[in-house]
């Protein structure tokens, strides 16, 4: 279901993950494995698209902000650039 900003439930509990995830007692992957039922590969991508979406931007600015330097200082490093 989506909600008014055009996020599904699993968005906003993907962004609600990466906000808190390391609450959670296991590791990142079996967390994931454990709510989502998807590998940690499709969980990554699924969330990188996230990242480039505004009403991901709109319901947690703060973590998708934060996820984007992550990303961008990871490409940069790629590049043999710092970020």
Do not use: C, N
């Not at 699993?10 to 998807?38: N, S």
């Not at 590998?39 to 998708?64: G, M």
């Amino acid at each position: 279901m989506l909600d008014s900003q055009g996020l599904s439930d699993r968005d906003r509990a993907m962004l609600d993950l990466e906000r808190q995830w390391w609450k959670y007692p296991a590791a990142k992957e079996t967390v994931v494995r454990e709510i989502f039922d998807i590998s940690i590969t499709k969980y990554f991508q699924r969330l990188d698209a996230l990242l480039d979406d505004p009403a991901a931007l709109a319901h947690d600015p703060q973590t998708v902000r934060r996820l984007q330097r992550l990303r961008a200082a990871r490409a940069a490093q790629r590049r043999g650039r710092p970020a």
